[in-house]
């Protein structure tokens, strides 16, 4: 694999984990929301992540196999279970029983996840950084 190849992978994967970040950041500020504008109360995000490969055509056009190419996300899956029930007859969107569903996110593990993706991001970024100095070491060798 080429220098060029390994930025290429790195920047897939650091715009991957933005997303997968902005999605965490999206839950953990909708944490108390009851009330969305599709109804009910806000569900919780996930990024779902794919493998990026080159076309048929380039695997013809190099005449050798190719591997995986970097990392897409394929969507934004939303969780459609159940949410909490918390019993709190003051709320406004309580029930008559007086139970309002939370949004079904647990605290500790979007912090968890948040800290797995920050991880992730600079990972790729110190790769990126080894691949652009051993290019710069390379030029210097041509010299």
Do not use: C
């Amino acid at each position: 694999m080429d220098i060029l190849g390994v930025m290429n992978i790195g920047s897939s994967a650091l715009r991957a984990q933005t997303i997968r970040l902005n999605t965490i950041s999206s839950n953990l500020a909708n944490i108390e929301t009851t009330r969305t504008p599709e109804g009910g109360p806000y569900r919780k995000k996930s990024a779902v992540f794919t493998t990026a490969s080159t076309s048929f055509e380039a695997h013809l056009e190099q005449g050798r196999p190719q591997t995986a190419q970097g990392v897409n996300v394929q969507y934004i899956r939303t969780d459609n279970g159940p949410g909490k029930m918390v019993y709190d007859p003051s709320h406004p969107d309580s029930d008559e029983n007086g139970y309002v569903e939370k949004p079904n996110i647990n605290l500790a593990e979007e912090m968890t996840d948040m800290m797995r993706a920050r991880g992730s991001y600079e990972a790729n970024v110190t790769a990126i950084k080894s691949a652009q100095r051993m290019a710069m070491k390379a030029l210097e060798i041509g010299r």
